[in-house]
């Protein structure tokens, strides 16, 4: 067993989706529409439990990042588009990728889903939402421990989810995607609660996951890079999750507003947690100037990372 809770496999974010998609050290790859899985049963192999299991764990699912939120500027700045938001058509198959063979008992498993969706962008102040669209092709990935502790009898043939890694959007266009998202931290006040850099780093189920309690004063900060700036801000970062009044709010490096140093490269947005699921998916985007700038040309470019938070 190669990696526990807080260690990062020593691999290079760009080389990872190739590693991934032409991986020699895949055993099995199963590609799954939504809800075309058998019913959990003694009889499965050990790669139907593992699929059972987790096609339907909501700790598997990965966020489209939809709906309207904060443009930012306060919405009154002509640098941000009036409105923007994503809507999503289809998330296409859920593709399960076993790295061993899971005959030893635990396995490593990478999940890919795709995101069909529209980039709504509305660049005309003039009161009125009038979007132009430009179609979004991401890949989603994360990847998850499982373990078999129990008995053939147990649920999923005893298989359980260990451990998992954040969610990583990246573009499946053919667009060079030149804007990612680097580092993510989480504080409760001013304590640390999660810190995240790299997306190969596994966090356990159990004690590894950002715990958030209700109404406590959360802050998020990122850090990102942009490969190729051509403008002046290059990006606009949002955070998602369980935010006051809309699902998404503009991340800022000004100073204000929670972010503790100005233009210190680390984007923060800060807010009382709210909101009844049982966990939440936070996130944080980072969209290219190019993209953000006019609403015509189809230049969609964003990267984003997200992890499952739980409700303490
Ligand atoms: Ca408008
Ligand atoms: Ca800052
Ligand atoms: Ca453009
Ligand atoms: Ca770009």
């Not at 904060?70 to 859920?94: A, I, M, Q, T, Y």
């Not at 230049?299 to 992890?307: E, F, L, P, T």
Request: proline share 5%.
């Amino acid at each position: 067993m190669k990696k526990l809770s807080g260690i990062t496999e020593n691999t290079g974010r760009r080389s990872k989706m190739k590693k991934l998609l032409g991986t020699a050290a895949a055993v099995l790859v199963l590609v799954l529409a939504g809800g075309c899985v058998q019913e959990p049963s003694a009889e499965l192999s050990d790669s139907e439990n593992i699929q059972s299991l987790l096609s339907s764990n909501s700790y598997v699912k990965m966020n489209p990042l939809e709906g309207q939120g904060e443009s930012g500027g306060g919405g009154k700045d002509n640098d941000f588009p009036e409105h923007w938001w994503r809507k999503l058509n289809s998330e296409g198959v859920f593709e399960l990728i076993l790295e061993n063979d899971p005959a030893t008992g635990i396995c490593t498993v990478t999940v890919i889903r795709n995101l069909d969706a529209s980039f709504n962008i509305d660049v005309t102040h003039d009161g009125v939402i009038n979007p132009g669209i430009k179609p979004i092709s991401d890949i989603r990935t994360r990847r998850l421990i499982v373990e078999r502790t129990g008995e053939d009898t147990a649920p999923h043939g005893g298989w359980v989810l260990t451990h998992i890694t954040p969610a990583e959007f990246s573009l499946n266009s053919g667009i060079p995607q030149e804007v990612f998202i680097q580092s993510m931290k989480i504080y409760q006040g001013d304590e640390l609660t999660w810190e995240c850099y790299s997306t190969d780093t596994f966090y356990s189920i159990e004690d590894g996951l950002p715990v958030l309690e209700l109404g406590t004063l959360v802050r998020l900060e990122v850090e990102v890079l942009h490969l190729n700036p051509q403008y002046t801000p290059a990006y606009y970062v949002y955070a998602h999750g369980p935010c006051p009044i809309w699902p998404r709010h503009w991340m800022n490096d000004d100073g204000l507003w929670g972010d503790r140093i100005a233009d210190d490269g680390i984007y923060s947005y800060e807010w009382y947690v709210e909101g009844s699921s049982e966990h939440w998916f936070i996130a944080a985007d980072i969209i290219d100037a190019d993209t953000m700038l006019d609403q015509e040309e189809d230049d969609y470019d964003s990267g984003a990372w997200g992890i499952l938070a739980l409700k303490s």
